[in-house]
């Protein structure tokens, strides 16, 4: 079944340009010109991935973003004019998974959702062992690698398709210490061209979901001028 995707942009002229651009490549493609629509086809159709531009009027794209991520785990993609390293950053901690910058070569952004595609299809795929996290009787904290989910007392906590990922690729080598640029490469496949704190923003966030303190993290150990290191408790 062809793989469905949201376009929520205002500008009719990009909209219309992306979506003859995905249905070229295969996707169903539906529509929406601001917020209030977007979140309205979310609820009835719950698309597989969503691409949200930042500048939607009254109610902004990071609002968007925000009560899409209360609904539903899916891939969002920011596509956007902003560009600041600050706009990308919020625009993460609100709950995207990427962000492609305006004007924007067509071509990187199907590459980018082929990308997203492999990654969930390779997520849903996985068959390895249970990684135990955190092995304390009060809060066990389980990678489940064949439900693609990490459980927390046997209860799913609520990823991201990226968070998980990170915290796969993470405990694929516990102990040992991998690089921004590393994870960049395994997590996104395609490539970040841009500020390396994408990963950062991913990691706080994913922090605030495992950690039993994120304030001082002890799962996900950041080792300074290098990179992140997993260490199971």
């Known amino acids: 079944m062809p793989m ?8 009719d002229r990009i909209r219309a340009v992306l979506r003859l651009a995905l249905e070229d490549e295969g996707y169903q493609v539906a529509e929406a010109a601001d917020t209030p629509s977007a ?21 902004d794209g990071y609002t968007c973003i925000r009560e899409v991520r209360r ?10 004019a902003r560009s600041d390293t600050h706009d990308i950053v919020a625009g993460l901690e609100a709950g995207a ?9 067509v071509k990187e952004i199907t590459a980018r959702l082929r990308a997203l595609r492999r990654r969930l299809r390779t997520t849903a795929e996985a068959a390895e062992p249970d990684v135990i996290l955190d092995s304390d009787p009060s809060r066990r904290l389980v990678l489940s690698t064949a439900r693609g989910a990490v459980m927390l007392d046997g209860n799913d906590v609520p990823l991201t398709l990226t ?3 990170l915290l796969a690729e993470l ?3 516990p102990g040992r210490v991998l690089s921004r640029s590393a994870l960049l490469a395994s997590v ?15 990691i706080r966030r994913l922090r605030t979901k495992i950690e039993r303190d994120p304030g001082r993290p002890q799962l ?3 080792m300074r001028g290098m990179g992140y290191r997993l260490d199971p408790q």
Do not use: C, N
Request: hydrophobic content about 45%.
């Open 4 to 11: 469905q995707v949201l376009v929520v942009e205002d500008d």
């Open 39 to 59: 979140l309205e086809q979310v609820r009835s159709a719950m698309p597989d991935l969503v691409m949200v531009d930042l500048m939607l009027g009254e109610i």
């Open 71 to 80: 609904m539903s785990d899916i891939p969002i993609v920011i596509v956007s």
């Open 97 to 105: 998974d990427d962000y492609v910058t305006k004007p924007f070569q």
């Open 163 to 165: 968070e998980y990922r």
């Open 171 to 173: 405990a694929q080598a």
């Open 188 to 202: 996104w496949e395609h490539g970040y061209y841009g500020d390396e704190r994408i990963v950062d923003v991913h």
């Open 220 to 222: 996900v150990v950041t």
